[in-house]
């Protein structure tokens, strides 16, 4: 490394420990929604293999968190694998599956967070289904961050099977459809949604440049603020973080009004 790059390190985190001290924490979001875009663009870049990719993607997680946890987030949904991927290679989602499933485990190892399964799990191979029940259970106690793993979820999914649960649940009530009909809401949904009984997302962040949800969290993002950012996720640093942070507390949330 040479002695532009070490200066340029430097600076950064001189300038990230700037926006640090000036970050109102009465200001950050309590609920930060990921979706961690660029892995195989990353690994491209960097001449490396679409495995390696989302290996370096999967290692940015817990760093990520630790920023989090430093700066008074309380929740964070991170969107590993879409129902969408489900439709790439198995050349790729084989290995894909196999950093997956040790990434919930290092979450469930690591003892500072409570890992909840937010998606479909039986479309998903038995081992994953397996590794996410058992972080589930193991953290079920930790006073920490929750943390949303997003496996195998698309948010038209979410509010198809919403709607099914809270249908059959009216079903074993013996609500007609009439009756149903005439009390169905926005709050009646959205309790059998993935993340019923969790606030709403107040930032979703997304890395590699691209602006859209591409479905994530549909439902509850209708009043979340939205960060862009150029960098790769195995690329995002801290100062990158910080100024998604910065950049909420400059806003004023209207909620629709």
Known sequence: MNLRDNLRRLLLRVYARRVE?????????????????????????????????????????????????????????????????????????????GIIENVVRTLAADGRWRVHHVGTADILPSHVQTALKEAEQSTAHVDGIVVNVAIGYGGRQEIADAVRS????????????????????????????????????????RTSGEQRLS???????????????????????????????RDYAARHRRYGG
């Open 21 to 97: 001290v000036h970050l109102d924490h009465d200001q950050v979001p309590k609920h930060i929604g990921v979706i961690m875009d660029g892995n195989r663009r990353w690994a491209k870049a960097a001449g490396s293999t679409t495995a390696q990719g989302h290996r370096a993607g999967a290692d940015k997680i817990e760093e990520f968190l630790g920023w989090c946890s430093e700066t008074d987030v309380e929740r964070v949904t991170l969107w590993l694998l879409s129902t969408d991927n489900l439709d790439r290679p198995q050349e790729e989602l084989v290995p894909l599956f």
């Open 166 to 205: 809270m249908l059959l649940d009216h079903a074993d009530k013996g609500t007609s459809i009439e009756q149903l009909a005439e009390s169905v809401d926005v709050d009646m949904i959205g309790k059998h949604l993935y993340t019923s009984d969790q606030p709403d997302p107040d930032l979703v962040i």
């Open 215 to 245: 479905g994530f969290m549909l439902w509850q993002t209708a009043h979340s603020e939205y960060y862009f950012c150029e960098v790769f996720w195995p690329a995002f640093r801290k100062v990158d973080f910080l100024r998604a942070l």
